[in-house]
């Protein structure tokens, strides 16, 4: 699993161990949720993930990947 975190968000990618596909994603208001219960993600559309920021979050994850 890959994580990002800001101050006030959770972003977790889930990997297949046997391919390079991300399987899962989840995103958490970590203000609100502090122990990450419930993703924001879930049923969520292409829209709400852009107002989320996860496509942001998921280059950071990237970036962070190649480090």
Do not use: I, W
């Amino acid at each position: 699993m890959t994580t990002r975190r800001t101050s006030t968000s959770g972003c977790f990618r889930n990997r297949s161990a046997t391919t390079t596909t991300t399987t899962t994603t989840e995103y958490y208001d970590l203000r609100a949720d502090p122990h990450q219960l419930t993703t924001k993600l879930h049923g969520s559309s292409a829209e709400q993930e852009r107002r989320l920021g996860v496509p942001e979050l998921a280059r950071q994850l990237t970036a962070a990947r190649a480090t």
